[in-house]
């Protein structure tokens, strides 16, 4: 496998996310160059790492699609999950002694863009008008803050 290349047709136009993703891809990409030549204890870090934050990014990502209020948030929700369980038998097959590197490394990215291209873009119109919004409410301060204003100037 080669290493990955991010490309734009992968950018949400979620900067936070999109930034997440980029960093899923340099920890796939890690895990590639560290397979190659160092101790299975160290992949095994990386392995860990990767999963870790991937969970962790799927939760952020649902809760940006809960808050939007998305259509599909659940079947979104369930595409995480049975991903996650996916990976999870493959950290337990490693920690069980079998090298599933590759294996994992070529699941991942494919699934990642896949997901990327197609679940991600598909929520991104939502979540987009709905911080654009959270961010001109803020902007003019808040409920607090725009009431003290009409009411005491």
């Known amino acids: 496998m080669a290493l990955l290349i991010w490309q734009d047709d992968l950018n949400t136009g979620i900067e936070v996310i999109d930034h997440q ?6 920890m796939i990409n890690h895990l590639h160059s560290t397979h190659h030549g160092s101790e299975r204890a160290v992949v095994g870090e990386v392995i860990d790492e990767l999963v870790d934050y991937t969970l962790s990014h799927f939760a952020f990502e649902e809760a ?9 948030c659940h079947a979104h929700k369930r595409v995480h999950e049975i991903f996650s369980k996916r990976v999870g038998e493959y950290r337990m097959r490693f920690q069980a002694g079998e090298d599933v590197t590759d294996e994992l490394k070529n699941m991942l990215s ?19 008008r709905h911080l654009n919004q959270f961010a001109r409410e803020h902007q003019q ?3 607090l803050s725009r009431s003290l204003k009409r009411f005491f100037g």
């Open 141 to 143: 301060g808040g409920w």
């Open 21 to 26: 993703h980029q960093r899923i891809v340099e």
């Open 64 to 72: 940006l699609m809960e808050d939007a209020g998305y259509t599909f």
């Open 110 to 128: 494919r699934w990642l863009f896949n997901h990327i291209r197609s679940d991600d873009k598909a929520y991104s119109e939502a979540v987009k």
